[in-house]
C-alpha cells in the first residue's frame, strides 16, 4: 500500500513538473548585435563562390527548437554557407498542458511537405521531426548537433555550378551561371525570407519566450531556368514584401541534393 502511495505521489509531482516546463525553460538568448548578425547572415558579399545550404525545419511550438534555431544564427555568419529556416505546421495543434497550443505564424503545409520531401529521399520515410537540419540536400541530421553539421558541410561535394543571382528595380530577377548550361532535370527554386523575425509566444510548449529567428522563409516558389546564349536567366517576379529578401538554389529534382546556391544581390 505504501508503494502504491509513493508511485502515486511520484507521478502526480513528474505531471506538475512536466505542466510547468514552459515556464522553467528559458531560450538560448538572442545576442546583443543581434540585428547585425541577421544583416551580416543575410550579405551576399561575405559568402564564398559556392556556400553549402542549410535547411532547418523548425517550429515556435516545438520546446527543443530554440536551440537548434540559435545554432542555425551562429552558422549563418560563416562565408561557406547559406541558411534557410522552414517553420513547418504540424505542431500548431499541439495541446500542452496548461500552456495551450500555439499556431506558429510562420507556418506552412509547404514546407511540410518539403520537408516529409526530403525525408522520402534520404530515410525512405515520411516521418518527419524537428529540429531536423538538411545540408545541401544530401544529409540529414538533428538540428541541433554542431558537430555532425559541420562535418557534413565540410564533406559537402562541389558540383562546379556557380550561380549569382541579381535583383532589379523593375521586379525582374537575373540569374548568371557563367557558361555553364544547367544538368537535366536541374529546378530553380526562389525563395522568399525574412532576415530576422521576433515572436512573443504566449502559448504552448515555448510559453513566455521571446523567440528570435534569421532567415525564416516567407514563401517557395519555381523559376523556369530558361538560358540565354550567356548562360543568364531573367525571370519577372512579383514584388518582395517589405523586409523580404530572397534566395535561389539550384536543386535535383529527383535526388533533392542542392547544386549550387545565393543569396539575391540588390541591383548596383
Not at 52 to 81: G, I, K, M, N
Not at 189 to 215: C, F, I, M, P
Request: some cysteine.
Amino acid at each position: 500500500m505504501r508503494i502504491m502511495l509513493i508511485l502515486t505521489l511520484a507521478m502526480l509531482v513528474a505531471a506538475v513538473f512536466y505542466q510547468a516546463l514552459p515556464y522553467l525553460h528559458i531560450a538560448p538568448a538572442e545576442a546583443a548585435n543581434g540585428r547585425e548578425i541577421s544583416a551580416q547572415a543575410s550579405d551576399a558579399n561575405i559568402k564564398n563562390d559556392h556556400p553549402v545550404l542549410l535547411e532547418l525545419f523548425t517550429s515556435q511550438a516545438c520546446y527543443s527548437c530554440p536551440s537548434a534555431e540559435a545554432l542555425l544564427r551562429e552558422l549563418a555568419l560563416r562565408p561557406d554557407v547559406i541558411t534557410l529556416e522552414y517553420h513547418v505546421d504540424y505542431w500548431n495543434e499541439l495541446v500542452y498542458g496548461l500552456a495551450g497550443r500555439w499556431k506558429d505564424p510562420y507556418s506552412s503545409p509547404q514546407y511540410t511537405e518539403r520537408q516529409r520531401d526530403y525525408n522520402n529521399a534520404l530515410r525512405g520515410s515520411a516521418k518527419v521531426y524537428t529540429p531536423q537540419i538538411i545540408i545541401n540536400g544530401a544529409v540529414e541530421t538533428v538540428g541541433s548537433r554542431k558537430k555532425e553539421i559541420e562535418q557534413a558541410v565540410a564533406a559537402a561535394k562541389d558540383s562546379g555550378l556557380r550561380l549569382t543571382a541579381w535583383l532589379k528595380k523593375d521586379n525582374m530577377l537575373q540569374i548568371e551561371t557563367g557558361a555553364a548550361v544547367l544538368p537535366q532535370d536541374t529546378r530553380l527554386v526562389l525563395a522568399r525570407y525574412l532576415k530576422r523575425a521576433e515572436t512573443d509566444v504566449v502559448s504552448g510548449e515555448n510559453k513566455g519566450k521571446n523567440l528570435v529567428s534569421y532567415n525564416v522563409v516567407t514563401a517557395l516558389s519555381h523559376i523556369k531556368p530558361a538560358q540565354d546564349e550567356n548562360g543568364i536567366i531573367n525571370s519577372k517576379i512579383t514584388p518582395l514584401k517589405t523586409e523580404e529578401h530572397c534566395a535561389v538554389f539550384a536543386q535535383d529534382k529527383k535526388t533533392m541534393q542542392i547544386r549550387a546556391t545565393a543569396l539575391c544581390r540588390p541591383e548596383e
